[in-house]
């Protein structure tokens, strides 16, 4: 049996149909950063929420790291198990808010994957790991830190985050104020590159444009 050839011309491999396993699924399409939000707060957490915590390893779950639709179901179920359940039931995303050192621990990129593809929009925390924080804008999701950490006290599950001029703001480099029982003012110390990318709503959306704009 020829398992390999020689590469094919554009016009042929546009042809091609891939054979896939059954549970081996395409990466999602996501959408690009809308100019305004207004997201509940699913999970309040503490300080060092790993990426384990955040998406489970081990036999139950890696069986489906190339099916992101269904290896959300285990997304946070160490920290509540209803997490999947009540994301896919917001309408328009949703974000969630933690202490320190968010994302500590495995650099697995699935722990962004996941949480993204079940309309994860915003992420609102005392301070990131520093690869997480990256998976997180790779996939579209926009890490804030509090300008003020009496706020982490005062927010509480089920409270809902609006912004608006959203992406007129982060081009801008100024705070970004969440309208919720009060204002709460966050900062992205992200890159221009990084904001691109969010914007764009995640790393493959970019390239995509990038590629679609030099051509």
Not at 183 to 189: L, M, N, P, Q, S
Request: hydrophobic content about 40%; proline content about 4%; aromatic content about 6%.
């Amino acid at each position: 049996m020829k398992l390999f050839g020689a590469p094919l011309a554009a016009e042929q491999a546009r042809t091609v149909q891939l054979v896939k396993g059954p549970n081996i699924r395409s990466l999602p399409d996501f959408d690009p950063l809308p100019d305004q939000l207004e997201l509940r707060v699913l999970l309040k957490m503490g300080d060092d929420v790993s990426t384990d915590e955040i998406l489970p390893a081990g036999a139950r779950v890696l069986p489906y790291r190339s099916n992101i639709q269904r290896i959300g179901d285990f997304a946070f179920e160490r920290i509540d198990r209803g997490y999947a359940e009540r994301a896919r039931a917001a309408r328009g995303g949703h974000s969630v808010v933690a202490g320190r050192n968010y994302g500590q621990g495995s650099s697995r990129e699935h722990a962004a994957a996941a949480p993204r593809n079940l309309d994860l929009r915003v992420v609102l925390a005392k301070s990131f790991a520093r690869i997480h924080r990256q998976n997180l804008v790779n996939y579209g999701i926009l890490p804030l830190t509090f300008v003020n950490e009496a706020d982490y006290d005062r927010l509480q599950k089920d409270d809902v985050l609006r912004a608006d001029n959203l992406r007129r703001v982060l081009k801008s480099g100024e705070d970004i104020t969440l309208d919720c029982r009060w204002a709460v003012r966050a900062r992205h110390g992200l890159t221009a590159l990084q904001i691109d990318v969010i914007l764009a709503g995640g790393l493959i959306n970019w390239r995509r444009n990038e590629s679609q704009a030099a051509a």
